[in-house]
């Protein structure tokens, strides 16, 4: 079993940054088998959406709607994978989700909220 813990998440006026941090506890045959991390929204009313992932050798995908403003970036002695999220636009308002996939299971954590207005 894996844990994830997200934090960062907050108000921020539009044009500014946040940082996203999630941390990855549990099993430890589980946190070692861990390829795929990623973060995902979902903002009121719509469905889930992928924002960006890092595989364990730090191959990265990023949606066209954040390419260019957010980064992923990933630590594994720590476990920890992070979303460098700059200039924020109110749409991009949503609650934030950490994602790991490993030994074909996918675990999620309990979402943050990003929340981008003046």
């Known amino acids: 079993q894996v844990q994830l813990v997200e934090s960062g998440g907050g108000l921020v006026q539009p044009g500014g940054s946040l940082r996203l941090s999630c941390a990855a506890s549990g099993n430890i045959f589980s946190i070692n088998a861990i390829n795929v991390m990623g973060w995902y929204r979902q903002a009121a009313g719509k469905q889930r959406e992928l924002v960006a992932t890092i595989s364990r050798r730090g191959n990265t995908v990023y949606a066209d709607s954040v390419k260019g403003r957010f980064t992923i970036s990933r630590d594994n002695a720590k476990n920890t994978v992070y979303l460098q999220m700059n200039s924020l636009k109110p749409e991009d308002t949503a609650v934030y989700y950490c994602?790991?996939?490993?030994?074909?299971?996918?675990?999620w954590g309990q979402g943050t909220q990003v929340t981008v207005s003046s």
């Open positions: 994602n790991a996939f490993a030994l074909a299971n996918n675990y």
